[in-house]
């Protein structure tokens, strides 16, 4: 026999799924395990749509097959949970609540997270083409309608909106779905209301506001959950729990908006089951006093901690001493870049100071009065435990936008508005991701990517990720993966540039972390940075050289051979003068971020094992990357770095992205101050040497010159046809080469750096080489190579292979190259290739002993054969050792005669 079932206390979902599953399972009979709720129970015995058994009528030992809808918690089955460990009998199971640990399983499990389980068997039925009737459609309505609150609860799915739609067009009647599910509410239902909400108890647990509401009645009253709907639409609260008395046994209904409490989690202690945001559970034979205080046990051991002060503050806090003068405060405001700091007396916190007050002492001039002198000593402070809903109403109540985190009178750390809005803004995502019915686009803010970390970085450098996060959190420090890696990572490209950064010591991180990989590791005590280095063993290298191989023929090339992993302290920075290098401090991973140079870079990733994969997105860079914009953070990036300016375009060209408006004013206006002439020749060749390697360096030169930047390198630099042939051609011929030689890596920086200032007059040239400080090796290929070039070319000679080789032989591969860039010459061009392809390597077969034992002395006399040897060999008419051989004999027979 098979008998379809569903759950004690059934609802109108519970119907529905039983007469869908009748019509996958022909022969099975109906039966509930137990009651009903009052609005089925009104249903059935108005409209009489199906035959349902009694289960008293049913011989349990018969039943070869269980169709379980609904439901897959035992306690909820009610005698048919004696048949779950029977041998011999199948179970299937239909359901659209999440698996939970002690449920029952089946040989046939269809599970799906949507609105109701009536959706599920809608979708079977359209697609097995099982068409319900009319009637049949209409008591699927009314299950999907109840369980999603008409299309209203956020548990409600698209899925559940097209199966409401299929159900309609195979002629539902919705008339008599609204009549049962009526939203108005009867005089007794609005009596218990009054109850609930009169008899309701708050609790507080980890700042999520939980409220307990009791009611009792005589009779039965089916339906609760809408009360609980109700009074959650009525209170400004997380969470609801209503306990209902009737008939003996108590049914109890959950509802949750808090992430941090799961309501499903909470009734299965009770034997009942649900999601996350709504549950249910029916209890017997207990007290409503007892049920409730089990409750409360229970709901505050399923309190997930909520975030508290030390999760989003500010560490370490700049700080000043009490005596500090009012002249130095605004100092240090200026220079670190804030508007409030505390006072410190003693080692311990004395109270706050803001920009504000520093400037109205300084306008009354008390410039020389002592901090605390004006700071606020009564400003309200929280501990590192003080949870973020309090934080929020000491804020707002005592309109502070600076909170002090105060351990034992020692500041700890600091929290600002920002840091809050963001907090609370990130909380508000959480709900909006639980909300399935919400279908705008998820903003990124908040998100976690460690899914993505797994799927786009190699296992092994995932594991190095997960290493971290662990040994961060036995040193109890943060740490983050930040930098270009996470950049790319978004833009879907792979980037193995590993830079760690850690809220602490990050030189006691990295010989930690360097000592679990058994690796090496170099350390930078003055700046706080180690660098961990992986050798060959590493079978990511092995794995990456086996790849190279595959694919271009070549191995791993000598910097590849080790994996380096950089790992540096957060720091923050200030200049003492404009374009001049930072002056760097400890501080925090926001600080640390803030003092890179554009949004799309302050991404990071937080290691810590409990948030791991956590996006931190403090700057808008997750926008930036959507948008394809490059964007400076502040105002002052370019003052405090012009170098910023060439960057800013580098990536534009080599992403494809464009910068944005204010980001193009703030390059000219840096023009305009004259500040480029302060930067140092090193750090603008360096910036030059990245556009030419990492860019199409033709496009990347004349956006700098539409900007005047070229003109930083020499005024009488303009990108002109001229200049752009000229680095077109150099252009051609590096793409050229390196299809054909994939061995030999020439200087790309110095060949555009030639080809850069070609146009420009010898004495022009010199300053401009001397203006860039390029290595000893570059400043001379530079400067003597562009005019070494020239002579080149108007010695070439025409159908002479030995005279071009003797021409080109021992000439340096960058002026070659730049020599074959330059020419006009199609013929000198193909010169110099067929130098480059063919006679370079062309060497004589005989050698030196050879010569002997054709009879040459060894002496002066070899090195003029070889010489001969070799021209004929250019010229082509020498093949074979058998011809060298012979050209040999016949110049000693020829100076036999001669003597």
Known sequence: MDIITSHINADFDSLASMVAAKKLYPDAEMVFPGSQEKKLRDFIEAFKPVEIKRIKDIDLSKITRLIIV????????GQFAELIS?????????????????????????IEEVGATATIFSEILKDKKLHPSPMEATILCLGIYEETGSLLFPSTTERDLLAAAYLIKRGANLNIVSSFLRLEMSREELDILTELVQSSKEMVSSGIRIKIAKASREGYLGDAAHLAHRIMDMEDIDALFVLLRMEGKILMVARSRAPELNAADVMREFNGGGHSTAAAATVKEESLEIVEEKLTRVILDNVKPGKVASDIMTSPVVSINWDSTVREIETIMTKYGVNVLPVIKNAKYAGLISREIVEKALFHGFGKSKAIDFCTTDAAT????????????????????????????IIVGAITRTDLLRTIYEEFLKRRRLDKSDTREKPSIGRNIAVLLKEKFPAEIYSIL??????????????????????????????????????????????????????????HERFGTAKVILGPEFGLLRRLAEARVQSSG??????????????????????????????????????????????????????N????????????????????????????????????????????????????KHTETLIKSTLKLDLFSRLSGTRLYEELLLAFSETEPVKTLKTLSEFGLLKVIHPGLLFNNELESALQSMFETLAWFNLLFLEESPDRGALYLMALLSTLKEEERNAAVERLAPPPRVREVTTKGIAQSRDILNKLPSNDPAGLYHVLNGVNLEILLFSMAQSKSKQKQKAISQYLIELRKIKPILKGKDLQKIGFKPGPLYSKLFSELLDEKLSGRLKTREDEERFIMEKYLKKSMDK
Not at 87 to 101: N, R, T, V
Not at 466 to 477: C, N, V
């Open 382 to 409: 929280v501990s590192p435990d003080t949870s973020i809903r309090q934080i929020e109403q000491m804020m707002i109540e005592h309109n502070q936008r600076f909170m002090p985190v105060i351990e034992k009178d």
């Open 609 to 660: 094992l409990k948030d791991f994969g956590l996006l931190i997105d403090f700057f808008g860079g997750q926008r930036d990357l959507r948008e394809k914009i490059i964007r400076v953070i502040h105002n002052l990036s370019f003052i405090e770095d012009p170098t910023r300016a060439f960057r800013a375009i580098r990536f534009s060209e080599r992403f494809g992205f464009k910068l944005s």
């Open 554 to 607: 070549a191995g791993l090339k000598t910097q590849d051979s080790k994996l380096k992993i950089d790992v540096a302290t957060a720091r923050t920075e200030y200049y003492e003068s404009p374009a001049s290098l930072p002056k760097v401090e400890t501080s925090s991973i926001k600080k640390d971020l803030y003092r890179r140079d554009f949004t799309i870079n302050t991404l990071a990733v937080k290691l």
């Open 70 to 77: 609904d439901t897959k918690n035992a306690p909820r089955i």
């Open 466 to 523: 997960k290493l971290a996060g662990e040994i961060a959190d036995q040193l109890g420090i943060n740490a983050y993966l930040v930098g270009g890696s996470v950049r790319d990572l978004l833009r879907g490209e792979e980037n193995l540039d590993i830079d760690i950064v850690v809220e602490g010591d990050g030189i006691s991180f990295a010989k930690a972390f360097a000592g679990r990989l058994n690796a090496k590791i170099r350390t």
């Open 86 to 110: 029977k041998h011999g009998i199948s179970i299937h199971i239909y359901d659209h609540h999440p698996f939970a640990k002690g449920d029952i399983r089946g040989s046939l499990e269809i």
